[in-house]
């Protein structure tokens, strides 16, 4: 790395680890777990130039401070991925779904990435397929097919299912995104039901695609049972710019206390563009954009404000242009069953 980016890095790492360290609780390894998912804006591709070692310090860093991160958006050449987690270290492993073909996939993968010193990998993985329906026809599978894997974490058993609905930015699409979400949350419902399941503790995640807490493609998830914890109900949006809730954690949880899902009340979105990639370093950036930034593609300079966007687009394909969300869930339960013991008679 050249001198002039190995100080701009550090000085970025330095803002980035005191941001992180005012916002998210401190991993405790035993007690808890910090889950997150992340949609991590085409990891990795060549439409900005493929992202440099500083952009994946800054994301090694961000995940370094969480324990389990769903990764939505891996594309089909899995260096990207690979590299992220040789950059967070030995202790970090990854768990990745096959390419989803068609125009529709998109040619992307979907991933589990995870501190193994919290979390162990449970041995269930697989991709969801929806069955027949009652009456025999087959439901239109999603665009992106779901990624489920089994982890243990303390006491605490569960199951995690990463989505990436498909998108679309009007009316038309909404349809499409409602029956996909819909689908997928009975089919998983039911899932948490069924006696032989490999733990009754589901938690659904990932990227939405739900503009608005209100509209018809969060009750579709919600109308099927699953709660949003209250803790996130309230956080910004999960977007750039706060105002869309494209992305959501949910959960069903195993009746029995000691095996249930739990999470302790602390949430939130971190947004890692008020420490790095900030608007304020655009100029500091300026001279690594080349020429698209200064001139369009038909050769006409670009004004101020048309600079800006261009350099906003490029740090999204940096870092990204969602924001992760996390939640904090407790692992710890000895003091719990430490007092069912007291109260067992005899």
Do not use: C
Not at 8 to 22: F, H, N, Q
Not at 152 to 170: C, E, K, M, N, P
Request: cysteine-free; charged content about 30%.
């Amino acid at each position: 790395m050249p001198e002039a980016d190995r100080g701009r890095t550090i000085d970025g790492l330095g803002r980035l680890r005191a941001s992180l360290a005012r916002e998210l609780p401190p991993k405790t390894l035993d007690r808890t777990m910090l889950l997150a998912t992340w949609n991590i804006r085409e990891l990795d591709s060549t439409k900005y130039g493929m992202r440099g070692d500083e952009a994946y310090l800054y994301l090694a860093e961000v995940i370094s401070h969480l324990d389990l991160v769903a990764i939505q958006e891996v594309r089909e050449d899995l260096e990207g991925l690979d590299r992220l987690v040789r950059t967070l270290g030995p202790m970090w492993r990854s768990i990745v779904t096959d390419v989803t073909e068609g125009r529709a996939g998109n040619g992307e993968r979907m991933a589990f990435v995870y501190d193994s010193r919290t979390v162990k990998f449970g041995g269930l993985a697989g991709e969801l397929v929806l069955p027949p329906l009652s009456d025999g026809t087959v439901p239109m599978q999603v665009a992106r097919t779901p990624f489920m894997a089994g982890f243990l974490a303390g006491w605490t058993r569960f199951q995690l299912a990463t989505v990436h609905v498909i998108y679309g930015s009007d009316k038309a699409e909404e349809p499409r995104r409602v029956a996909e979400i819909s689908e997928i949350a009975a089919f998983l419902r039911r899932r948490t039901e069924d006696s032989h399941a490999w733990s009754r503790n589901l938690v659904l995640l990932g990227d939405f695609n739900i503009y608005s807490r209100d509209d018809v493609t969060m009750t579709a998830l919600t109308d099927e049972g699953w709660m949003v914890p209250q803790e996130l109900q309230s956080i910004p949006g999960s977007n750039v710019p706060k105002d869309k809730h494209y992305d959501q954690i949910a959960l069903r949880s195993e009746p029995e206390r000691r095996r249930r899902f739990e999470t302790t009340g602390r949430a939130g979105v971190f947004d890692p563009f008020e420490s790095v990639y900030t608007d304020a370093d655009e100029a500091r950036y300026a001279p690594l954009l080349g020429e698209p930034y200064r001139v369009t593609k038909a050769g006409r300079e670009r004004d101020e404000g048309e600079r800006r966007r261009y350099y906003r687009e490029w740090r999204s394909h940096q870092i990204s242009d969602h924001l992760p969300m996390w939640l904090e869930v407790k692992t710890d339960y000895t003091e719990d069953y430490l007092a069912e013991r007291r109260a067992a008679p005899g």
